[in-house]
């Protein structure tokens, strides 16, 4: 699929760079839209506003507020939270505005969704269009979409987007499956064609596996996550040594979420500064 001049014109041409604005995607399923709560989190993040970081949401991200661009913040209504839930872009926002770094964010995920054509219920990531069943929701065109979207939002407000980095939250519904790995490299490679970026950085977080968490800390998702760290402009982050919501043992509690933001942050500043 073709992106066509927009898209082609904010991921590496040369003019007029330095007025370029960082923009990152974060993509995959729940606990990409994030499922973290407000009423989690210390007194100190309650009503902020990180007035330099943005953010775009899409896909069935949880608590957001779609189609717009904000600000991102905790306080509900603003910042991509229409109720009391938020993802990876608090931590996200937190470290990048510690560096006093302005940045951009895209986030569009599909809750329950698969990287294959297993486990599509919810939802599958699959890139050949023509494999995927009538009647299963095609979340990698749909991201396709919200990127075009999103850049567009960007565009009007007066940004000169450029897609910096790519963060990927999913595995829970595909922990054991023996083409993981390979599934996710043609995933990777498809963005980077797709995005006409052959060299953007892509960042991927392991599944949970502390209690209460449900997962095996070496099951083939996390593994073939883990082996990104030796795959080109490829990294990962350990965000599965933290603990999941006891009364929610799929997605994290909302401090946990935040750290683990810091971590992606951290990761994608490195791999794209």
């Not at 699929?1 to 974060?26: H, N, W």
């Not at 939250?169 to 083409?179: H, L, T, V, Y």
Request: charged content about 15%.
């Amino acid at each position: 699929m073709c992106f066509g001049t927009m898209l082609c014109a904010t991921t590496g041409c040369a003019e007029d760079t330095q007025s370029k604005y960082p923009v990152y995607l974060i993509i995959g399923q729940s606990n990409a839209s994030g499922n973290g709560r407000i009423e989690h989190l210390p007194e100190e993040y309650i009503d902020i506003e990180y007035e330099n970081v943005m953010i775009y949401c899409a896909g069935t991200a949880n608590g957001t507020v779609n189609g717009q661009l904000m600000k991102v913040g905790t306080k509900v209504g603003q910042g991509s939270i229409n109720t009391q839930r938020f993802g990876l872009e608090i931590g996200i926002a937190q470290t990048f505005t510690q560096k006093g770094y302005a940045a951009g964010i895209i986030k569009c995920g599909f809750d329950g969704s698969s990287i294959n054509l297993k486990n599509t219920g919810m939802g599958t990531w699959w890139t050949v269009k023509e494999q995927i069943p009538e009647g299963t929701k095609d979340c990698y065109f749909r991201f396709l979409t919200a990127v075009n979207e999103g850049i567009a939002a960007f565009v009007q407000a007066g940004y000169k987007p450029e897609i910096k980095g790519v963060m990927w939250m999913q595995g829970e519904s595909n922990p054991e499956d023996e083409s993981y790995e390979a599934d996710l490299d043609k995933l990777i490679a498809q963005i980077r064609s797709d995005l006409n970026a052959p060299e953007l950085p892509f960042v991927a977080g392991t599944i949970c596996y502390q209690k209460p968490g449900v997962y095996s800390t070496f099951c083939k998702a996390n593994q073939a996550i883990r082996a990104l760290a030796n795959k080109p402009n490829c990294g990962f982050v350990e965000s599965g040594q933290f603990g999941t919501n006891p009364s929610d043992t799929y997605h994290w509690t909302g401090t946990n979420l935040v750290s683990i933001g810091n971590l992606f942050a951290l990761k994608i500043y490195q791999m794209s500064v």
